[in-house]
């Protein structure tokens, strides 16, 4: 279990907007052989704040994030399975699901490969 404080700097050179923004995150998970059961619980410090204020006004283009971290609430349940593991490559299946306050829950399935050189 992991529990830490997050603070971002948010700066939009047009408008001179710059934003600091807090929240708490608290991470926690169980693995047994191949198996992970994760869940990560984000909220902001400030009412109707969020990490990424700055997302409505120019989305994608500038945060190579997850767009999630826009709400006011988020959680985020993930069970994955190592499908395939060497000493230089994993393979790895993942089903995510998502709850936002707005959107109520989310699905989301992926599929890892990860090379170590």
């Not at 993942?94 to 306050?101: A, D, E, I, K, S």
Request: aromatic share 18%; proline share 3%; glycine share 4%.
């Amino acid at each position: 279990m992991q529990a830490g404080f997050v603070e971002s700097f948010n700066n939009d050179n047009i408008y001179i907007n710059n934003r600091w923004c807090s929240s708490i995150m608290i991470d926690c998970g169980i693995q047994w052989k191949m198996i992970t059961l994760k869940n990560s619980f984000y909220v902001p410090l400030k009412k109707n704040g969020n990490l990424m204020p700055l997302f409505k006004d120019y989305g994608a283009m500038l945060f190579i994030a997850d767009q999630y971290y826009q709400a006011p609430l988020y959680n985020k349940t993930e069970l994955s399975f190592d499908l395939f593991e060497k000493t230089f490559f994993l393979l790895k299946a993942q089903f995510l699901m998502h709850y936002v306050p707005d959107y109520k829950l989310g699905w989301q399935q992926k599929i890892t490969a990860t090379v170590k050189f």
